[in-house]
């Protein structure tokens, strides 16, 4: 129950799925949380879920002053910060005939950039020790015909990772990735595609799956703890995988 006692943390994109699973089960295991996101209705409704004591601030990501404001925030509210969990992000189907430069800007900029400065700004009132997460995905794993775009920013993550673990290891701060594979949120539904193409895709998904399902958001956000906590105190520059098994296939 106290995995984070006195720990404080702050989650990119913790109004919804993943996010949000990780800010109750931190709040749960003793920390003091707090969460960004973007859109208004998201952040009333995760603080509510969330309650009182839970920042929530508004900030989107591919705006590097709202990156700062958010900062200084968490910085008033708690001093330092113990656990940045970087796991903002967007997935769209990207097909290379139709791929437009808005939409790879936005996913560049959300996912890559968005995670790159995140860290960059959070750096002066990071603990030492700290521990920072950053979630990937098998998408940037394993071919992804229709999301190459969003594979390659995820891809680009890992990279990231790998790299920043060695310039920030002297330092005490550890940064680590999730991997997770197909996870039951809403960011299915916000791929933009047709009812029906969505539940054939979904099933698809199910169908391809070892174990025959989506993981939770909940098994996700239990991995992250690991990370987050202090039982991950020797592991820096690694990414764990939770796909039931998908990208074995
Ligand atoms: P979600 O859509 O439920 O949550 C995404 C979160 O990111 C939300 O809180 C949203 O407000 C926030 N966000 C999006 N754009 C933002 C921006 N510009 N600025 C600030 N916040 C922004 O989806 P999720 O599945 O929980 O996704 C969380 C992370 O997990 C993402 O990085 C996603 O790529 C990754 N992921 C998800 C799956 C999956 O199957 N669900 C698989 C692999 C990786």
Do not use: W
């Amino acid at each position: 129950m106290d995995k984070l006692k006195g720990k404080t943390v702050l989650i990119t994109g913790g109004t919804s799925g993943i996010g949000l699973a990780s800010a109750k089960l931190f709040l749960n295991e003793g920390a003091r949380v707090a969460i960004t996101g973007r859109d208004p209705e998201g952040l009333a409704a995760a603080q509510q879920a969330l309650g009182p004591d839970a920042l929530v601030i508004r900030s989107d990501v591919r705006d590097l002053d709202a990156i700062d404001a958010a900062i200084l925030q968490v910085q008033e509210r708690f001093d330092r910060l113990d656990v940045l969990f970087v796991n903002a992000g967007v997935a769209k189907a990207s097909p290379l005939a139709t791929v437009t430069e808005s939409h790879y800007d936005e996913l560049a900029e959300i996912n890559l950039k968005g995670a790159f400065f995140t860290i960059q700004k959070a750096l002066p009132i990071l603990s030492r020790p700290a521990s920072i997460i950053v979630t990937t995905s098998i998408s940037g794993r394993i071919a992804t015909p229709h999301f190459s775009l969003y594979g390659a920013t995820k891809a680009a993550l890992s990279s990231l990772v790998k790299s920043l673990s060695l310039v920030l290891a002297e330092s005490g701060i550890r940064i680590n990735a999730i991997c997770p594979g197909p996870v039951a949120t809403p960011i299915f539904d916000r791929f933009g595609l047709p009812e029906d193409m969505l539940k054939a895709k979904k099933q698809e998904i199910e169908v391809k799956s070892p174990m025959k399902r989506f993981g939770s958001p909940d098994e996700i956000a239990r991995i992250a703890l690991v990370l987050a906590s202090d039982d991950s105190s020797y592991m820096t520059g690694e990414e764990i995988v939770v796909d039931g098994g998908m990208s074995l296939t």
